[in-house]
């Protein structure tokens, strides 16, 4: 009988550094991802189908209305949500998905599917994600002030995370490898490996 898939969901603050984490990852171990979809509209750069599914927002909540996505949250005026098929298509196959989804998000998720392992990015303190956030240099005054707003309600969040791994700076590949570490735990875990006792004695 073929195991199920892990289902891994990475949060985080905007400027801890999640999303770059996940795709060190991604290159160091096999594991599916979950592309999201959004009603914003694309960055430069960025394509259809592989940083985002771009939708109008009417689609997005006939979507929603139809039970087809398995979180979605509204963001400085747009939706952004994890469509639920290839997550249940990925874990019935065996296969261990990541998602790069926020506190919301991830809460909604848990929900859904108590078996979810969740990891919650941290900065090494508060001041150096105020400065990874201001240096971006990509968005507006408004948008880095509800932000920095979120940013707090989100790290009063993360006790109700299974891990957390520390993302300083400069320091990816240790933080991913945290993330690996975590990922080898979980698949020794008894519950997961019963069927060695059946085999063990054939």
Do not use: W
Not at 69 to 83: D, F, I, K, Q, R
Not at 92 to 107: C, T, W, Y
Request: hydrophobic share 40%; glycine share 8%.
């Amino acid at each position: 009988m073929k195991k199920k898939g892990l289902l891994f969901i990475i949060s985080g603050p905007a400027g801890s550094g999640k999303g770059t984490i996940v795709k060190r990852v991604r290159e160091l171990a096999e594991f599916d991802f979950s592309v999201s979809a959004t009603t914003r509209s694309p960055r430069p750069g960025e394509l259809e189908g592989v940083h985002y599914f771009f939708v109008g927002k009417q689609e997005f909540e006939e979507k929603i209305a139809a039970g087809e996505m398995l979180e979605y949250a509204e963001y400085v005026g747009n939706y952004y949500g994890t469509p639920k098929k290839p997550v249940e298509k990925a874990l019935s196959a065996g296969k261990n998905m990541i998602l790069d989804i926020d506190v919301q998000g991830a809460l909604q998720v848990k929900e859904k599917l108590p078996e979810a392992i969740m990891v919650f990015v941290l900065p090494p303190d508060f001041a150096t994600l105020m400065r990874r956030i201001r240096g971006r240099g990509t968005e507006s005054p408004e948008i880095i002030d509800k932000r920095m707003q979120k940013a707090r309600v989100e790290l009063e969040c993360f006790d109700q995370y299974d891990y957390i791994v520390t993302n300083r700076d400069n320091d990816v590949e240790n933080a991913a490898q945290d993330v690996l570490a975590i990922l080898k735990a979980e698949t020794l875990k008894t519950f997961r490996n019963r069927d060695i006792k059946e085999h063990f004695f054939s």
